[in-house]
């Protein structure tokens, strides 16, 4: 068992500050909500180098962008001289610094299209902007460089051509082909399918830390309710795990960007919950609210006053929501 996963920023910083660099100068502009966590993934796909203050051009101070414990991430004007500026790659003869990036222990996530075939075209727009939320979802929390979608048919390519210039994921026609990554993909893989049909809620027992961690989601947009249980298909000789919202799977929202937010919030969070409340409320839609409020006011009072609790909801609302639901049950 471990305590939390080090997020890509993080191990950014600690090999930084092993290097005595503390104040880095960004020179550019700033991507993303977590700048440091966009940088790290960046820098490991050799979008990024890094020179010492002693062999750049100048000395361009800059102001505080981000602060993550006692490092300290510098951009435009300012008056604090860094140790190290971060520039685009490009081809210049300045000396870079030379630093490895560990990221063997984040874990991936990956989407399964297997099920694209079902889907009307509208659920595969949808399916296309839930991938585009996900990779950002990645690129700040965790790492957008280990996301892949697999089971790729020919039926969803032109809508990926239509979105992407460059695809911010792996495209792979069957799981297996995650081999061609390397060597080490080849064994040693610990697989969590996240399967709200699963027996077992997930938890920190079922992350391998010696190996590399996948979990497993699937592409399924079901507007109308009928492919449910179809998640009990995908890789079905691996682990399936299902994350549980006071207790219901089916409370949690199920779009693959709010599954991704909840789990990749729940690994690395230094504060981390045992469970996964903390982080359902921290995404939950109002949308998604409202459908729990009207699913579960008959069937779990309980539960129903729960939600109104913890989202604060107005005397008001909830009597709007009840003539509503009072009124469909009168049909």
Same mark, same amino acid.
């Given at each position: 068992?471990?305590?939390?996963?080090?997020?890509?920023?993080?191990?950014?910083?600690?090999?930084?500050?092993?290097?005595?660099?503390r104040f880095l100068k960004l020179v550019g502009y700033p991507e993303g909500k977590d700048y440091l966590n966009v940088l790290a993934n960046d820098i490991k796909k050799g979008k990024w %180098?890094?020179?010492?203050?002693? +062999? $750049?051009?100048?000395?361009?101070?800059?102001?505080?962008?981000?602060?993550?414990?006692?490092?300290?991430?510098?951009?435009?004007?300012?008056?604090?001289?860094?140790?190290? *500026?971060?520039?685009?790659?490009?081809?210049? #003869?300045?000396?870079?610094?030379?630093?490895?990036?560990?990221?063997?222990?984040?874990?991936?996530?990956?989407?399964?299209? #297997?099920?694209?075939?079902?889907?009307?075209?509208?659920?595969?727009?949808?399916?296309?902007?839930?991938? #585009?939320?996900?990779?950002?979802?990645?690129?700040?929390?965790?790492?957008?460089?280990? *996301? $892949?979608? @697999?089971?790729?048919?020919?039926?969803?390519?032109?809508?990926? #051509?239509?979105? *992407? /210039?460059?695809?911010? @994921?792996?495209? @792979?026609?069957?799981?297996? /082909?995650?081999?061609?990554?390397?060597?080490?993909?080849?064994? /040693?893989?610990?697989?969590?399918?996240?399967?709200?049909?699963?027996?077992?809620?997930?938890? +920190?027992? %079922?992350?391998?830390?010696?190996?590399?961690?996948? $979990?497993?989601?699937?592409?399924?947009? /079901?507007?109308?309710?009928?492919?449910?249980?179809?998640?009990?298909?995908?890789?079905?000789?691996?682990?399936?795990?299902?994350?549980?919202?006071?207790? +219901?799977?089916?409370?949690?929202?199920? !779009?693959?960007?709010?599954?991704?937010?909840?789990?990749?919030?729940?690994?690395?969070?230094?504060? !981390? %919950?045992?469970? $996964?409340?903390?982080?359902?409320?921290?995404?939950?839609?109002?949308?998604?609210?409202?459908?729990?409020?009207?699913?579960?006011? +008959?069937?779990?009072?309980?539960?129903?006053?729960?939600?109104?609790?913890?989202?604060?909801?107005?005397?008001?609302?909830?009597?709007?929501?009840?003539?509503?639901?009072?009124?469909?049950?009168?049909?």
């Open positions: 068992m471990i305590n939390r996963i080090l997020s890509p920023k993080e191990i950014l910083v600690n090999t930084l500050k092993k290097r005595n660099i %180098d890094i020179v010492l203050n002693k +062999y $750049f051009f100048d000395n361009f101070p800059g102001r505080v962008l981000q602060k993550e414990n006692d490092f300290f991430l510098l951009g435009f004007k300012g008056e604090i001289l860094p140790d190290a *500026y971060i520039i685009r790659r490009k081809n210049n #003869s300045l000396p870079k610094l030379d630093i490895k990036l560990n990221f063997s222990k984040i874990p991936f996530f990956a989407v399964d299209l #297997s099920f694209t075939s079902v889907l009307d075209p509208h659920e595969k727009d949808s399916l296309i902007v839930q991938l #585009s939320k996900t990779a950002n979802i990645l690129k700040n929390f965790l790492s957008n460089y280990h *996301y $892949f979608v @697999f089971n790729v048919k020919e039926d969803i390519l032109p809508y990926f #051509s239509k979105a *992407y /210039d460059n695809y911010p @994921f792996h495209i @792979f026609s069957s799981f297996e /082909d995650i081999y061609t990554l390397g060597p080490e993909y080849k064994k /040693d893989l610990n697989i969590i399918v996240l399967d709200p049909n699963a027996d077992k809620v997930l938890s +920190y027992d %079922d992350i391998e830390v010696d190996k590399i961690n996948i $979990f497993v989601l699937g592409g399924i947009i /079901d507007k109308n309710q009928n492919l449910n249980g179809l998640t009990q298909e995908i890789l079905p000789n691996c682990k399936h795990r299902k994350i549980v919202y006071k207790g +219901y799977a089916f409370a949690v929202p199920d !779009r693959l960007n709010h599954i991704t937010y909840i789990v990749s919030r729940w690994l690395t969070d230094e504060n !981390r %919950d045992e469970t $996964f409340e903390k982080y359902i409320k921290e995404i939950m839609p109002k949308k998604f609210l409202r459908y729990l409020i009207k699913r579960f006011y +008959y069937k779990d009072p309980d539960f129903v006053n729960s939600l109104i609790k913890d989202y604060n909801i107005s005397k008001e609302e909830f009597e709007r929501l009840k003539k509503e639901i009072e009124g469909k049950n009168e049909m």
